[in-house]
């Protein structure tokens, strides 16, 4: 008889469960049974490992063989455990000491000639190794730059069975030859998000990215629309641009980004592990330290939208822009519900997926941009000259984004055609990526020193109540917008909303409340009416 165990990880969203690997080898009949409640691809690691153990110089036990993954009661998934369940039977057998398995976990998908291929969730897994006390890891070569992330744990990356049991054995650590370099990473070639299809669209961009490449200065005119977009990122307030095509609603979306600040430490973890989860971590950059940028197509479905899909819940859009920017262009074309299943994580800044095996939990703050045309032709306008669609047309457009979504976007915007005095050069050229993301920078931290203590980083995100409370407006400063609810254009939601605006406001042009301007151009922005306020912020500080 022989036994040993080690320990791998099973992943439920973007938290790990630590799980115990156990191999029993009793006198019998030779026979592999693998139980714990493993799905059907980890029930498949049977004989990939078997292979990979016998094409690394090691002899398969011709005896009774049991793994069982423990606790039981915890759903697992996917080719991870593979090399924790070869190294446990290696240990059953004593080709490596057992008393060394036992404290280490191990992640790692095994192919037929011993290869550790690199899998999902490699951060998260060992997060969760971390916060149960574990202290050293096994990982895939090409993951541990990943793994490292994680302070505290000492990790080891192999490419090879071979080359882990040489080093848990104390024996020469052969040459293994890397992958060829320059090839695509199964993961990534190809990865579309469950339940989308070939054309969902969805990508992430680094706000870096949007430094280098696109600058909001390349953006003409459209000052309202540029103070919108300002004062979203400063205060993460949702928005929505109504224009004709061509405005320049793509151009301002993509740049957004751009002026968000860059990740802390605790926020580039958290969309790390959601990216890793997805498989979406580029070659060569471990760590996400910039707002996320994610632009799913209209044809996208809701399980792409929020996550989900069959089998494994997998993180949608939603997540996968958390602590960045979602854009949903041309959103009338949208599944209305799909675009109603928003509201949900809009209010609550996660997702809860569930299902029969269990229920799936993934993080979801996200600033969401809207951009849609006026009508079914783009073209109308206040004159309706151009415009050839018949008003019950242009009504059902209008009406497919809900009463109730849109009452939970705090900035509504027209973008207007641009000039040719603005196109041809003629009109100033606007402020620059880096002159506004100071100002944002600034406003944030402003907002940081006053919501110190709280469980809030952002206007957006202080409930309506506690603005009530504890930080009032100037005295008579809301009087307008306090009018407009009793005459039902603001909803009790749409006024802490207005509130909310304001801050961000004044954060930006540094006054200690907000005043009558303030609130005037918070007004302004929610209900998208004029009422003759400067709209540059440079033009109010």
Same mark, same amino acid.
């Given at each position: 008889?022989?036994?040993?165990?080690?320990?791998?990880? +099973?992943?439920? !969203?973007? *938290?790990? $469960? %630590? #799980?115990?690997?156990? =191999?029993?080898? @009793?006198?019998?009949?030779?026979?592999?049974?693998?139980?714990?409640?493993?799905?059907?691809?980890?029930?498949?690691?049977?004989?990939?490992?078997?292979?990979?153990?016998?094409?690394?110089?090691?002899?398969?036990?011709?005896?009774?063989?049991?793994?069982?993954?423990?606790?039981?009661?915890?759903?697992?998934?996917?080719?991870?455990?593979?090399?924790?369940?070869?190294?446990?039977?290696?240990?059953?057998?004593?080709?490596?000491?057992?008393?060394?398995?036992?404290?280490?976990?191990?992640?790692?998908?095994?192919?037929?000639?011993?290869?550790?291929?690199?899998?999902?969730?490699?951060?998260?897994?060992?997060?969760?190794? +971390?916060?149960? !006390?574990? *202290?050293? $890891? %096994? #990982?895939?070569?090409? =993951?541990?730059? @990943?793994?490292?992330?994680?302070?505290?744990?000492?990790?080891?990356?192999?490419?090879?069975?071979?080359?882990?049991?040489?080093?848990?054995?104390?024996?020469?650590?052969?040459?293994?030859?890397?992958?060829?370099?320059?090839?695509?990473?199964?993961?990534?070639?190809?990865?579309?998000?469950?339940?989308?299809?070939?054309?969902?669209?969805?990508?992430?961009?680094?706000?870096?990215?949007?430094?280098?490449?696109?600058?909001?200065?390349?953006?003409?005119?459209?000052?309202?629309?540029?103070?919108?977009?300002?004062?979203?990122?400063?205060?993460?307030?949702?928005?929505?641009?109504?224009?004709?095509?061509?405005?320049?609603?793509?151009?301002?979306?993509?740049?957004?980004?751009?002026?968000?600040?860059?990740?802390?430490? @605790?926020?580039?973890?958290?969309?790390?592990?959601?990216?890793?989860?997805?498989?979406?971590?580029?070659?060569?950059?471990?760590?996400?330290?910039?707002?996320?940028?994610?632009?799913?197509?209209?044809?996208?479905?809701?399980?792409?939208?929020?996550?989900?899909?069959?089998?494994?819940?997998?993180?949608?859009?939603?997540?996968?822009?958390?602590?960045?920017?979602?854009?949903?262009?041309?959103?009338?074309?949208?599944?209305?519900?799909?675009?109603?299943?928003?509201?949900?994580?809009?209010?609550?800044?996660?997702?809860?997926?569930?299902?029969?095996?269990?229920?799936?939990?993934?993080?979801?703050?996200?600033?969401?941009?809207?951009?849609?045309?006026?009508?079914?032709?783009?073209?109308?306008?206040?004159?309706?000259?151009?415009?050839?669609?018949?008003?019950?047309?242009?009504?059902?457009?209008?009406?497919?984004?809900?009463?109730?979504?849109?009452?939970?976007?705090?900035?509504?915007?027209?973008?207007?055609?641009?000039?040719?005095?603005?196109?041809?050069?003629?009109?100033?050229?606007?402020?620059?990526?880096?002159?506004?993301?100071?100002?944002?920078?600034?406003?944030?931290?402003?907002?940081?020193?006053?919501?110190?203590?709280?469980?809030?980083?952002?206007?957006?995100?202080?409930?309506?109540?506690?603005?009530?409370?504890?930080?009032?407006?100037?005295?008579?400063?809301?009087?307008?917008?306090?009018?407009?609810?009793?005459?039902?254009?603001?909803?009790?939601?749409?006024?802490?909303?207005?509130?909310?605006?304001?801050?961000?406001?004044?954060?930006?042009?540094?006054?200690?409340?907000?005043?009558?301007?303030?609130?005037?151009?918070?007004?302004?922005?929610?209900?998208?009416?004029?009422?003759?306020?400067?709209?540059?912020?440079?033009?109010?500080?």
């Amino acid at each position: 008889m022989g036994f040993a165990r080690t320990c791998s990880v +099973a992943l439920v !969203g973007v *938290e790990g $469960v %630590v #799980v115990e690997v156990q =191999a029993d080898l @009793e006198p019998g009949v030779a026979a592999f049974t693998l139980v714990g409640l493993p799905d059907k691809s980890l029930t498949e690691s049977r004989d990939r490992v078997r292979a990979a153990v016998a094409n690394s110089g090691g002899e398969w036990p011709q005896k009774k063989l049991t793994v069982g993954l423990s606790p039981a009661s915890v759903p697992k998934s996917g080719s991870g455990f593979d090399l924790a369940v070869a190294a446990a039977v290696l240990g059953a057998t004593e080709r490596i000491d057992p008393r060394v398995l036992a404290d280490i976990v191990m992640i790692g998908e095994l192919g037929l000639d011993g290869r550790v291929r690199p899998v999902r969730g490699i951060l998260p897994a060992v997060l969760a190794a +971390a916060d149960a !006390g574990y *202290e050293q $890891v %096994v #990982v895939p070569e090409c =993951a541990a730059a @990943e793994a490292a992330l994680v302070p505290g744990v000492s990790v080891l990356g192999v490419r090879s069975l071979r080359q882990l049991i040489a080093v848990l054995a104390d024996e020469p650590v052969p040459d293994e030859e890397r992958d060829e370099p320059g090839r695509p990473d199964p993961l990534l070639a190809g990865l579309r998000v469950p339940g989308t299809g070939a054309a969902t669209g969805i990508h992430s961009m680094g706000g870096a990215q949007h430094e280098h490449g696109c600058d909001l200065a390349d953006v003409v005119g459209q000052v309202s629309a540029r103070t919108a977009v300002e004062v979203a990122a400063a205060g993460g307030h949702h928005l929505f641009l109504e224009g004709p095509p061509g405005a320049g609603k793509t151009m301002l979306a993509e740049r957004l980004p751009g002026i968000l600040p860059r990740l802390g430490r @605790e926020e580039s973890l958290e969309v790390t592990a959601v990216h890793s989860v997805a498989g979406l971590l580029p070659p060569g950059k471990p760590l996400v330290d910039v707002a996320p940028y994610c632009a799913p197509h209209h044809s996208a479905t809701m399980q792409a939208l929020v996550g989900g899909g069959a089998g494994v819940a997998r993180p949608g859009a939603v997540s996968l822009s958390h602590r960045g920017v979602l854009f949903l262009d041309e959103a009338p074309e949208f599944r209305s519900q799909a675009l109603d299943a928003l509201r949900q994580p809009l209010e609550s800044g996660h997702v809860v997926i569930a299902r029969s095996a269990g229920v799936v939990r993934f993080p979801a703050k996200f600033l969401m941009v809207l951009a849609a045309n006026p009508c079914p032709c783009g073209r109308f306008s206040a004159s309706g000259d151009l415009c050839e669609c018949p008003p019950s047309a242009i009504r059902r457009y209008q009406a497919r984004l809900s009463g109730p979504l849109l009452d939970r976007v705090d900035l509504r915007v027209k973008v207007d055609r641009v000039s040719r005095a603005e196109l041809t050069g003629l009109a100033a050229r606007g402020e620059s990526t880096a002159t506004v993301a100071g100002r944002v920078r600034a406003a944030r931290e402003r907002a940081a020193a006053r919501l110190a203590g709280t469980p809030w980083r952002t206007n957006s995100e202080v409930p309506g109540r506690e603005l009530r409370s504890r930080w009032h407006a100037v005295s008579g400063a809301m009087d307008e917008a306090e009018r407009h609810l009793e005459r039902g254009v603001l909803t009790a939601r749409g006024l802490d909303r207005v509130l909310r605006v304001a801050w961000t406001v004044a954060d930006l042009v540094g006054h200690d409340r907000p005043d009558a301007t303030d609130v005037t151009l918070a007004l302004q922005l929610r209900t998208g009416v004029p009422r003759g306020v400067p709209m540059a912020i440079g033009a109010l500080t």
